[in-house]
Nanobody
Framework: QVQLVESGGGSVQAGGSLRLSCESSGATSSANCMGWFRQAPGKERERVAVVYTSWSGTYYVNYADSVKGRFTSSRDNAKTTVYLQMNSLNPEDTAIYYC?????????????????????WGQGTQVTVSS
C-alpha cells in the first residue's frame, strides 16, 4: 500500500505561483510512476504531469501541453515527496489537484498509464486562481 498526501494548494491571483507537494509513505519503492492530475468543476479530470523514476534513479517528467513551460515537477532526495511548481497561474488552472501513484515496468508504461493503472490517490488540494 502507498499513502499519498497533497499539500500546498491555496488562492492566488493570476500570474502568481504555488508549489504543491505530494508526500508518499508505505511501499513507496513500488510506486515508480507518479502522476499529477486536476479536476475543475464540471470538467473531466486532466492529467497535468507524469513522473517516472527509473531503477537508476533518473527522473523523467512529461507535461500536458496546457501547463508546459509553466509547471515543473521535482522530487526530494529521499524520493518520498514529489513537488509541482506552478508558475504564471491563470484562472483556467483553478481545480482540485491530485497526485497518484502507479507501479510500472518501463518509462513508456508510465507515460501511457491510464484509468486503473493509477492504484493510489491522494485526497486532493484546492488551487484557486483569481483574475
Amino acid at each position: 500500500q502507498v499513502q499519498l498526501v497533497e499539500s500546498g494548494g491555496g488562492s492566488v491571483q493570476a500570474g502568481g505561483s504555488l508549489r504543491l507537494s505530494c508526500e508518499s509513505s508505505g511501499a513507496t519503492s513500488s510506486a515508480n510512476c507518479m502522476g499529477w492530475f486536476r479536476q475543475a468543476p464540471g470538467k473531466e479530470r486532466e492529467r497535468v504531469a507524469v513522473v517516472y523514476t527509473s531503477w537508476s534513479g533518473t527522473y523523467y517528467v512529461n507535461y500536458a501541453d496546457s501547463v508546459k513551460g509553466r509547471f515543473t515537477s521535482s522530487r526530494d532526495n529521499a524520493k518520498t515527496t514529489v513537488y509541482l511548481q506552478m508558475n504564471s497561474l491563470n484562472p483556467e488552472d483553478t481545480a482540485i489537484y491530485y497526485c497518484a501513484a502507479a507501479s510500472v515496468v518501463m518509462r513508456s508504461d508510465c507515460t501511457n498509464a491510464d484509468g486503473d493503472d493509477w492504484k493510489y490517490w491522494g485526497q486532493g488540494t484546492q488551487v484557486t486562481v483569481s483574475s
